[in-house]
Nanobody
Framework: RVQLAESGGGSVQAGGSMTLSCTTS????????MGWFRQTPGKEREGVAC????????GYADSVKGRFNISRDNAINTVYLQMNNLKVEDTATYYC???????????????????WGQGTEVIVSS
């Protein structure tokens, strides 16, 4: 059974930093592109940062470029999202996703048919 488990969410003040982790099991991790997506009530899900299977290619939403960094450790089946200089508008539920058809560039390709975690909430206060 495939499982993706996010951790590291919580509350932080604007300007602060936070690192999210997503540990996977039940899949061949380096067969998959990995991505972080976020969603707030009433809005569509947004691709925040994505990374290819090897970690050589990354893609970011314009709103987080220069502030967020995605990385992966294939030895421990984990992907990370380092978030710096957080803004109130970064408040959302963040989801980890794994997809063979996903692309790092612009979090393109197809992610909906992949595997998803349950999400972790990030709250940024002013």
């Amino acid at each position: 059974r495939v499982q993706l488990a996010e951790s590291g969410g919580g509350s932080v003040q604007a300007g602060g930093s936070m690192t999210l982790s997503c540990t996977t099991s039940g899949l061949v991790f380096d067969d998959f592109a990995m991505g972080w997506f976020r969603q707030t009530p009433g809005k569509e899900r947004e691709g925040v940062a994505c990374i290819n299977w090897r970690g050589a290619v990354t893609g970011y939403a314009d709103s987080v470029k220069g502030r967020f960094n995605i990385s992966r450790d294939n030895a421990i089946n984990t992907v990370y999202l380092q978030m710096n200089n957080l803004k109130v508008e970064d408040t959302a539920t963040y989801y980890c996703a794994a997809s063979r058809r996903g692309r790092a560039e612009n979090c393109g390709g197809s992610w909906s048919g992949g595997y998803w975690g349950q999400g972790t909430e990030v709250i940024v206060s002013s």
